[in-house]
T-cell receptor
Framework: NAGVTQTPKFRVLKTGQSMTLLCAQD?????MYWYRQDPGMGLRLIHYSVGEGTTAKGEVPDGYNVSRLKKQNFLLGLESAAPSQTSVYFCASSFGSSQAFFGQGTRLTVV | AQSVTQLGSHVSVSEGALVLLRCNYSSSVPPYLFWYVQYPNQGLQLLLK??????LVKGINGFEAEFKKSETSFHLTKPSAHMSDAAEYFC????????????FGTGTRLQVTL
């Protein structure tokens, strides 16, 4: 049972480049989330999804887009990367109001 | 709207001493509350959760937390700290409903000294 898997684990981008982060879960969870973690700021919600084909904005959505075409996958896209998007990104999933299960994170550096 | 405030970004205790990490929440509906732990370069792992059953919740690794509605608090405690408890701890609140967002505090880094 893999749980929540994030791909890639590390990435360095140049300003203006685009990329997609992939999150996959094998627990049949309805809810999926993307967070970013920055020192002293905890985890801030970027976007989330309450089911296949649905997405919603979180606390810090600007500069990011998401898609949930399949229940098990939640993609986070950066259209034009900026240095301010240097962060550690975590994906999580949950079943209803139960605990969220987290991936191991993606460390992204934008230079 | 919901929010979480964690008092103290860094807490240092001696090995064997009491651990107390503070969390206060704000929620317009009865909350679900969680404590997560993060070890260096790892994801978040659930320590314990409150979901409106018993107000005193026991978690893994000897941690427990008490839900106090009158104080809107959910402080995390452990009677005797161990070196392996050194990590960052996050309190989180979920307000319920179908749009079940999970909101985190800013975290408390626990240091355990000999």
């Amino acid at each position: 049972n893999a749980g929540v898997t994030q791909t890639p684990k590390f990435r360095v981008l140049k300003t203006g480049q685009s990329m997609t982060l992939l999150c996959a879960q094998d627990m049949n969870h309805e809810y999926m989330y993307w967070y970013r973690q920055d020192p002293g700021m905890g985890l801030r919600l970027i976007h989330y999804s309450v089911g296949e084909g649905t997405t919603a904005k979180g606390e810090v959505p600007d500069g990011y887009n998401v898609s949930r075409l399949k229940k098990q996958n939640f993609l986070l896209g950066l259209e034009s990367a900026a240095p301010s998007q240097t962060s550690v990104y975590f994906c999580a999933s949950s079943f209803g109001s139960s605990q969220a299960f987290f991936g191991q994170g993606t460390r992204l550096t934008v230079v | 709207a919901q929010s979480v405030t964690q008092l103290g970004s860094h807490v240092s205790v001696s090995e064997g001493a009491l651990v107390l990490l503070r969390c206060n929440y704000s929620s317009s509906v009865p909350p679900y509350l969680f404590w997560y732990v993060q070890y260096p370069n790892q994801g978040l792992q659930l320590l314990l959760k409150y979901t409106s059953a018993a107000t005193l919740v026991k978690g893994i690794n000897g941690f427990e937390a008490e839900f106090k509605k009158s104080e809107t608090s959910f402080h995390l405690t452990k009677p005797s700290a161990h070196m392996s408890d050194a990590a960052e701890y996050f309190c989180a609140v979920r307000g319920g409903g179908t749009a079940s967002k999970l909101t985190f505090g800013t975290g408390t880094r626990l240091q355990v000294t000999l």
